[in-house]
């Protein structure tokens, strides 16, 4: 059972173009974490968000809690964004549970 | 800006071997994470630490595993006896107003 799922696993994109990135969960939370994962491994936090809208830059994240969804969106794509976009729930306590990631690759 | 540090970046150890990974997190957090990530995989919790204790520990992290805080400042990740399905990514990640700090990670890889 898939408690975290994203949509879609890979996504390819020419710069300049808007992305959106879908994240479902089943589980009842309290804050949902977007989250860059680039090529070396490294994690970085990009968002934590329980409701509404949250902005940073050309980075975008959406949350619905009553439909359990998120998205997050990047204006005006760039090379530079290219990375794997994860989402994750805390579940139970503040332990994360990640979905499989969106390989974003945006070519010039 | 504080940052979760992570020694070794890469470990490669031969099996049955024990190997000991790293973490220094942020120094007035108080809630400590190992999580995984297998290649190709989606990153998976391991353990939770806090008030130096498990507080929560996945069945991925059996007896072979431990974590210890010794000095305050290091936060430890022991495997005893590697196996070659221990080879992957491991980051270790810190926690404060619900916002989880990342490591940098270890790549671990079991010959």
């Known amino acids: 059972k898939n408690e975290v799922e994203q949509s879609p696993q890979n996504l390819t994109a020419q710069e300049g173009e808007f992305i959106t990135i879908n994240c479902s969960y089943s589980?009842?939370?309290?804050?949902l974490h977007w989250l860059q994962q680039h090529p070396g491994g490294g994690i970085v936090s990009l968002f934590m968000?329980?409701?509404g809208k949250k902005k940073h830059g050309r980075l975008i994240a959406t949350i619905n809690i009553q439909e359990k969804h998120s998205s997050l969106h990047i204006t005006a794509s760039h090379p530079r964004d290219s990375a794997v976009y994860i989402c994750?729930?805390?579940?139970?306590?503040?332990?994360?549970?990640f979905g499989t990631g969106t390989r974003l690759q945006v070519f010039p | 800006e504080p940052e979760v540090t992570q020694t070794p970046s890469h470990q490669v150890t031969q099996m049955g071997q024990e190997v000991i990974l790293r973490c220094v997190p942020i120094?007035?957090?108080?809630?400590f994470y190992w999580y995984r990530q297998i290649l190709g995989q989606k990153v998976e919790f391991l353990v939770s630490?806090?008030?130096?204790?498990?507080?929560?520990k996945s069945e991925i992290f059996d007896d072979q595993f431990s974590v210890e805080r010794p000095d305050g400042s290091n936060f430890t990740l022991k495997i005893r006896s590697t196996k070659l399905e221990d080879s992957a990514m491991y980051f270790c990640?810190?926690?404060?107003?619900?916002?989880?700090?990342f490591g940098p990670g270890t790549r671990l890889t079991v010959l």
């Open positions: 994750a729930v805390p579940y139970n306590t503040d332990k994360l549970i």
């Open positions: 589980v009842g939370i309290s804050a």
């Open positions: 990640a810190s926690i404060l107003a619900n916002e989880q700090f």
């Open positions: 968000l329980s409701s």
């Open positions: 630490f806090y008030n130096n204790e498990i507080s929560e």
């Open positions: 120094s007035n957090h108080l809630y």
